[in-house]
Structures are given as structure tokens and as C-alpha cells.
């Protein structure tokens, strides 16, 4: 079996693969009943939230436009935070939707600068909402959302939260951080095949969602709160990935909250390592390097593509290149979910074979022994 | 194990449920392509088309409002015909989205009126678009949409068909019927659990999608496309949902389109004449009743909840009550896709002895024998 490392889909424990074969059942019964409501109570938990959690068959794209089109209306001014690909695609989507989209931009691979942040907010009263990503996955990066929380709502901003590829895995307590709306997905720390996205909605974001007049159907979050009530979904769930979303939940409530956190700190730190021993160079920042994902710049003179094709079909581990401007320049391994150090240690075992074969000569030269 | 007769989530034979424990891959890579590239082959030539077909993680809705949002700008005005839950919701989705909503509304129940909506196309040359269900799940009611799209594409207009619970159990030949946009899902006549959404896309759609206005991001068909020739997916697909549909594909091959609709014609008419020998009447006009879901009206004096609780509870056999303003009045048996005869015998013996204890005389009385 292959060992994937890509920041998702993540590989899922067999009891959740397994999971999905139970038969279908009517999803405006009893039995998907009770299972919504479980799925939603344990996320909510694992979201550290008091407010809603909706659940949308989609994937995490989906529940960042469900963040904006609920919240926001045409013309309404938001202060779009971006330092990669997604933080620049949560911007694309409100102006799209007639959102006046401000944009704060900062290198791709750096942190977003909460005082920027706050220099922003205070120069314009008219930004109503800041759209933020926590965990930026194209870059491997983990922004300071507790702190940019804070400069966004001494201004009493409303703050949406892509937080797909962080939250049940790095620690993000959703209330009391006054998230209004966090947007996740299923395939990511959540082991669980994708199909699924969910989104918190807190008590300042219902007051805006009542307020909003961008167009929505499909996402409209106030349908899936009524349908909720009866614990149902507005339009079919995606069934069986609600079986394995249940048992995944399951699984991550026996491990326990700060041992998950705990777990992926250690395969950040030992990833980071390993990958610094190799004589490799980290993409991000390292004071604000992600425990989910790890960007590696790529050596000068290796060719990421024939990298990846090495590590893939002869040591059978899969891992990302960059995305857009990034592409050929930094490769990216996924460390979030049902992962372990043993894991990391085949993908480092398994770089150090490759990267020689793509003649890297720093692999050995630059290598610093471990302590 | 419990028989699942509602409209969907459908049964899937077990292969299907199986194929989804196939561990994780990157979307992104070859295996993926694929299988994406074999499911799309397969599904263009279930809908009998050589336009385009693209895949959404999503439920049915959501391919209905990919339909809206791709081809239509707001003002556009449109002609939705309605003569269900499903018509009022494309209507619905369409007004939301700015469209102006000319509606023909025909009495649920009845078929919509080919003539009316030749009339209707006649007086109004504004019209751009007509929005049709072809199969009412709502009434269980098949619209005569060879006959409307002769009418439609008389006018030239462009033709948006929701055939979610139609295509691949009822002949639906999308190329000879004119048909711009279909759109259908996993959980219906393909056997496959919800999660996939999937729209076929015409010449003239793509013309329409080329100068239409609404705004679009996670529904964006011109981005499916590009990315599909990558054999790829914008957003996260929902992987197990592609492993078991691609399974289901394989079975729907191995039997042959024209024997699943036969198969769908022979359980359809073995339903209604079923129900009509207990003495129960069928909701929807006969000559346009349909062989994927059979709306029966409620004998006056049974409560449908009742009634449905003791099938489920005391026979195994799940049905669903009627929606809306039809909630009480009637209930429906779904016989589309994972459906052979002896599921419907199954179901009229438990009906029968079901609706004695709620008290229905006319179950015996009104019996006529079987030929």
C-alpha cells in the first residue's frame, strides 16, 4: 500500500473505509437521525464551539463560498488576508459574488502580520468582514489566528475562517477565539474520505446571515439549521461518508483533543527535522511552520516532478508539488490525521534514497547529525 | 436487513458498497485520472450523449443549480414549468439567483401540457431558457420531455432538464432529445450512494455558459472542464463515491441500458398494478406514472404516518411519505435502480397486511384478482 502524504485526501483508518459499507438508509429517518446528531456533537466539540455546525455534502471550497454568500451581500467591503493559494481563492470568491474585496497580501511562505492586520482595519471603517486562512496549505504555514482574532474584533469584524486543513488537528478553540464562521473538510484531519465540509456559524455571524443578500440555494445555512432541528439534512447527505465520519469521530474522541494536537506537533517538529537533516531547506517561516503540512524548497537543479515520480513509484510514498507559482519549486509532504511517526520516518528514509538519485549532492554534505 | 423503497438514497448492491474501502489516493494523480476518465465515458454513453459530462461532489440540488448559475445571467428570463416539489425548486433557485421567473404551473399529479408551453414560448420571445423536471419524484409523474424539447427547441430556447431520479431507469437519449443541461445524482437510478452529482453539457449550453453572468465558483462548469482534461477535479472529488460509482457503472454496462429500462418498465407496471389490486388508487395520471417512483394517494381514514411506521417497524419495508402540501396525502415507493420484482412483491404483501391494521377495508373489498 502506498504511503500518501499529500495535505489530503488523508489516509483513513480501515474501521472508516470499512464504515461505509453498511446498507443506505432514508436520510429523513431515524437512523440518519441519530447519526447527525452524534456527528454533530462531536464535532462541536472538537471545534471547542457552543454556536452551529452544519454539515454540506461538498468539499472544503464548497464551505468557504458557503461562509461568504451567507454572510456577506453585494458591495459589502471585506478585508481578504492572503499569503498562497487559498487565502487568494477565498478572496476570488467574494468578488465573485459582488463582494468590494480589499486585499492585504504577504509573501507566499510568510505569516500574515497581525498588525497589518490591524493598521487595515483601523484606516477603514467599512470593512464589515475579514476572510482568513488558518492553516495555508499550498505554503505550509499556520497564520496566528489567535492574534489576528483579537486586532479583528477590537474592531468588531466578522471573521471567516478557512480552517480546512487545520482545525482537529492544530488547535483552534473556535469560541474562544470568536471565529464567526470556520470552514472544514472531511479528508483532512479528519480521516474521513471527503464528501463532507463543515462550518461553525457563531451568534454575530447568524446576525449577519440574517442581513445578507448574496444569492444562495444549495449552501443556504439558515435551511440547513431548520433541517437540523429535525436532524436532517436540506438536500441527500452524502450517506455513507456521514458512517465514516461518525467512526472516525469515534476514534478521535478515544485518543482525546490535546493528545491529537500533541501528536501532530511532534510529526511537525520530527518533519521539519528530518527534512533539515536531509540537507533540505523549509519553504515557511519556521516560527509559524504548519503541523499539518511542510512545504520543502526544492534544491537547486532537482526537477520536483521526476522527484515525486521516484519517491511514488519506486518507495511507494506520494507526495504534492507546489500549486500554481509554486509549481517546480517547492514539494510538500501532508501530515495530518491518521498519521505517525513512523510514518514520516519511511517518507525522510525514502526522500534521502530519491533525492541522491536526482542528484542532490547536499543530501549527504549538509546532512547534520541528529541530537 | 430493511427493503429500501424510497426515492432515494437507493439500494447499492454490494460490490458498490465494497469498492468505497479502497483506501485513499491523490486526486491528482494517474490513478484517479483514471477512473474519472472511465466513469465519464461511461456515464456519456448511459446519457446517449457526445456533449460534455462533468462530475460534482455534491447532491442532485446541487447540480440543478449548477445548471441555473452556468448558462444564466440575472434578468434572464426564463420559463419554468412546475408540477411538483422538484419544479418549484428549480423555479426557486432561479428567482434566487436574479433570473426573471415566468412560470407555467400544471396541477401535481398531472403532466405538464407539451401544447401549454408551446403557447407559452409563442407569446414571449423574451424567454431564453425553460427549466423541466422530467421525472416528478414528488407525484411520481414522468413529463413527456421528447414532446417539450420539440417544442422548445421550435423556439430555438435552451433546455435545462433536472433528471435526477429519471436518467439511467427511464430512456432519457439527451443528444436526440435536444437536451442542453441534465443533471442527475448518484443516489438514483445508479446504484450508488449520495455524493456525486453529475450534468451533461450541450453545444449550446456551452454558448450560453460562455456569455452567462450569475455568479459561480464551486459550481463553475468551465473550470470542471479545463480540469477534467487534466482528468482531474477542481475542488476535492468525493473519492469512495467515484470507487463505488465506477463499480456501478461496470454492473449497469454488464446489463445494457435498453434491459435497465426494461427492467425499470416491467417493476413499474408490476407496482401500479399492485397497488391498484389492494384497492388503492395511484396519485399520478396513469398514462404518465412513473417507472422509477409511484405516488399512491392515502385511502381516506389511514394516517400515512401510521401506516409508514408499521411497515418499517413491523415489516422491514421503508417508503416515504409525500412532501409539502402533499405531506399525509399520499405515500411513495421508489423502484429505481438496485430493483427487481420480487422487492416490489415483498413490498405489496407487507402493504397489504399493513394497511389492514390501520384499519383500510377497501384492501380486501375493493381486491380485484390478478390476470
Redesign the interface.
Known amino acids: 500500500?502506498?504511503n500518501?502524504r499529500?495535505p489530503?485526501?488523508?489516509?483513513?483508518p480501515s474501521p472508516v473505509?470499512?464504515a461505509?459499507?453498511?446498507?443506505?438508509?432514508?436520510?429523513?429517518?431515524k437512523e440518519f437521525g441519530e447519526i447527525i446528531t452524534r456527528v454533530t456533537a462531536k464535532l462541536k466539540e472538537l471545534f471547542q464551539t457552543q454556536g452551529d455546525l452544519l454539515l454540506l455534502?461538498?468539499?472544503?471550497?464548497?464551505a468557504m463560498?458557503t461562509a461568504v454568500v451567507n454572510t456577506l451581500s453585494p458591495e459589502d467591503k471585506v478585508l481578504a488576508l492572503t499569503n498562497g493559494v487559498f487565502g487568494e481563492r477565498f478572496a476570488?470568491?467574494a468578488k465573485?459574488?459582488?463582494a468590494n474585496v480589499r486585499r492585504l497580501d504577504f509573501p507566499w511562505g510568510k505569516a500574515i502580520d497581525p498588525a497589518a492586520v490591524r493598521a487595515a482595519l483601523a484606516s477603514d471603517v467599512a470593512i464589515k468582514a475579514v476572510l482568513v486562512v488558518h492553516n495555508e496549505t499550498s505554503t505550509g504555514v499556520t497564520n496566528d489566528l489567535e492574534t489576528i482574532s483579537a486586532m479583528v474584533k477590537e474592531f468588531e469584524k466578522l471573521l471567516l475562517v478557512d480552517a480546512i486543513s487545520s482545525i482537529g488537528a492544530i488547535a483552534l478553540p473556535v469560541d474562544s477565539w470568536r471565529c464567526d464562521m470556520v470552514a472544514s473538510?472531511a479528508?483532512k484531519g479528519w480521516m474521513t474520505?471527503?464528501?463532507l465540509a463543515m462550518v461553525s456559524v457563531s451568534h454575530q455571524a447568524w446576525e449577519a446571515i440574517d442581513q445578507a443578500r448574496?444569492?444562495?440555494?444549495?449552501w443556504d445555512l439558515t435551511k440547513a439549521k431548520n433541517f437540523l432541528e429535525r436532524a436532517q439534512t436540506?438536500?441527500?447527505?452524502?450517506?455513507?461518508?456521514f458512517y465514516?465520519l461518525d467512526k472516525a469521530l469515534e476514534l478521535m474522541a478515544q485518543e482525546g483533543l490535546s493528545a491529537i494536537v500533541a501528536r501532530h506537533e511532534r510529526v511537525g517538529a520530527l518533519t521539519r527535522k528530518g527534512v533539515k537533516e536531509l540537507g533540505l531547506s523549509l519553504f515557511a517561516e519556521e516560527a509559524f511552520a504548519s503541523n499539518t503540512v511542510t512545504a520543502v524548497a526544492a534544491p537547486v537543479g532537482v526537477e520536483v516532478g521526476k522527484l515525486l515520480r521516484i519517491l511514488?513509484e519506486d518507495y511507494g510514498v506520494?507526495l504534492?508539488g507546489g500549486q500554481q507559482s509554486l509549481e517546480g519549486k517547492i514539494f510538500r509532504i501532508g501530515h495530518l490525521g491518521y498519521i505517525y511517526e513512523a510514518d514520516i520516518e519511511e517518507v525522510l528514509k525514502a526522500l534521502e534514497k530519491a533525492l541522491t538519485r536526482v542528484g542532490f549532492s547536499g543530501a549527504k554534505e549538509a546532512r547534520i547529525p541528529s541530537a
Open positions: 500500500m502506498l500518501l499529500i489530503g485526501p488523508t489516509p483513513c473505509l470499512q461505509q459499507t453498511k446498507p443506505m438508509i432514508n436520510h429523513r429517518g455534502t461538498a468539499s472544503g471550497t464548497g463560498e476570488q470568491i465573485i459574488f459582488g473538510a479528508q474520505p471527503p464528501g448574496m444569492p444562495r440555494f444549495y436540506p438536500w441527500t447527505p452524502a450517506v455513507s461518508t465514516a511514488r506520494v504534492s
